[in-house]
């Protein structure tokens, strides 16, 4: 009899040890696996089910303890508080901490970064390409007539909301705070100084960045951006036409074009700065943080013209009288007849 129970101890506490090792192995063990690397990103979408959770895990064959994973999410209720976002998951995880990642919904932000972009058009595609919202979606909320009234743009005006920069942003942001984001980094970067320079210059916020974007497309120099952003000022403040040939590229929708012929100085646009006085209705492309401030603090000077330097090295050369921008602008078109730079 006493052999029969120190058989039957036996047993009882092997079962416990097994019993212990399953729980330890469903719960402690490292049970994920990440290949080609020591992290990776689990995307789970607004709405999902805890049968779409596990599928992404193993689509991304993630989880190596199918029925661990399913055993520590129900004792952990995760399937309870499914959270949407974009998630670092690391290799060796085991499934409680992969669980209580989830079940925190401590996702990792995006680090959005846009610049040198045309159109506006772009960056919604750039953002749907980074965030769940679609390009519809985030189209909708940046034309809200609301939202751009109480910043005196419209739908033509609407990019200088975007000041290209690096931003935080979670993942599965809906398309109206992704907005409202935006808004609140340009406000931001409105800051008292920079809207007392631009009153002084009287031009509004949305004039600077118009204004900012020709700069922008003028040249890539930081060191004479002020310079260009001077030579327009004085043209607008003598009420003379902008004849900025980067407006022309822009309405003629065509951003291959690198020689700008009188042809198209004739496209019948409001952008074309050649027909049209003043600042054209909204940006040519989405203009630097240093070519806003370029214009805020412009170079004061009486020059009225400028063109390409000859030796192509993107710099400029500039002049206060016509006669004398001639003699420069006919060294740079022999440059590019050399050049075989036709169109």
Aim: charged fraction near 20%; include cysteine; charge should be positive.
């Amino acid at each position: 009899m006493k052999t029969l129970f120190k058989s039957l101890g036996f047993i009882i506490i092997l079962l416990m040890v097994i019993a212990g090792v399953r729980i330890y192995n469903a719960f402690e063990a490292p049970s994920i696996r990440v290949n080609n690397g020591s992290s990776t990103f689990l995307y789970i979408k607004t709405g999902s089910s805890f049968q779409d959770v596990l599928k992404e895990l193993e689509n991304q064959k993630l989880i190596q303890d199918k029925p661990g994973f399913i055993r520590t999410a129900t004792i952990m209720k995760y399937k309870e508080n499914i959270r949407p976002g974009r998630y670092q998951i690391t290799d060796r995880m085991s499934n409680r901490q992969l669980v209580k990642l989830l079940r925190s919904g401590s996702q990792t932000p995006v680090k959005f970064t846009f610049n040198n972009l045309r159109t506006t058009g772009q960056l919604i595609a750039e953002m749907a390409a980074e965030f769940e919202p679609d390009s519809s979606s985030i189209s909708s909320a940046l034309f809200d007539s609301i939202i751009l009234d109480s910043l005196g743009l419209d739908s033509i005006s609407a990019g200088v909301i975007f000041i290209p920069n690096t931003y935080d942003i979670f993942w599965n942001i809906t398309s109206a705070n992704l907005i409202k984001r935006m808004v609140k980094e340009y406000n931001t970067f409105w800051s008292a100084e920079r809207r007392e320079k631009a009153k002084k210059l009287n031009l509004t916020l949305k004039q600077v960045s118009i204004l900012a974007s020709i700069v922008e497309q003028e040249t890539q120099k930081k060191d004479e951006k002020p310079v260009i952003a001077g030579v327009y000022l004085n043209r607008l403040n003598k009420g003379w036409r902008l004849e900025a040939d980067p407006t022309l590229v822009y309405a003629s929708d065509n951003f291959s074009i690198n020689r700008v012929l009188n042809i198209h100085k004739e496209i019948d646009s409001p952008f074309n700065t050649y027909k049209n006085f003043g600042l054209p209705p909204g940006p040519i492309c989405l203009p630097s943080i240093s070519s806003i401030d370029a214009v805020l603090n412009a170079d004061g000077h009486d020059y009225m013209y400028f063109c390409a330097r000859d030796d192509m090295s993107g710099y400029h050369v500039f002049a206060s009288n016509y006669a004398e921008h001639q003699l420069n602008a006919r060294r740079f078109q022999q440059a590019l007849n050399r050049r075989g730079i036709r169109k």
